[in-house]
Nanobody
Framework: QVQLVESGGGLVQPGGSLRLSCAASGIIFVINSMAWYRQVPGKERELVARINSDHSTNYKSSVKGRFTISRDNAKNTVYLQMNSLKPEDTAVYYC???????WGQGTQVTVSS
């Protein structure tokens, strides 16, 4: 049974930081490309960042320089470090295993003063 379990969301002030975690089970994590997506009500889910099995990364242009995606294959976990958060980063963030097409349940991130 595949599970992707996100954690680390919450309420943060503009300019603050959060680190999201996604713990995977039931997949061969080391060969999976992983990604973080986000979605706000009424809009399509959008790719925020991706990390491949070789640790190469890609980012949505609006988060470059502020967000960092990383992975720890020993812990079957992918992370999203989010710095200098803006109100427009408010969304539900989802973990996605690209290679095997599984999704986590999502974690809410709210950036507000």
């Amino acid at each position: 049974q595949v599970q992707l379990v996100e954690s680390g969301g919450g309420l943060v002030q503009p300019g603050g930081s959060l680190r999201l975690s996604c713990a995977a089970s039931g997949i061969i994590f080391v060969i999976n490309s992983m990604a973080w997506y986000r979605q706000v009500p009424g809009k399509e889910r959008e790719l925020v960042a991706r990390i491949n099995s070789d640790h190469s990364t890609n980012y949505k242009s609006s988060v470059k320089g502020r967000f960092t995606i990383s992975r720890d294959n020993a812990k079957n976990t992918v992370y999203l470090q989010m710095n200098s958060l803006k109100p427009e980063d408010t969304a539900v963030y989802y973990c996605h295993s690209i290679t095997t097409d599984y999704w986590g349940q999502g974690t809410q991130v709210t950036v507000s003063s």
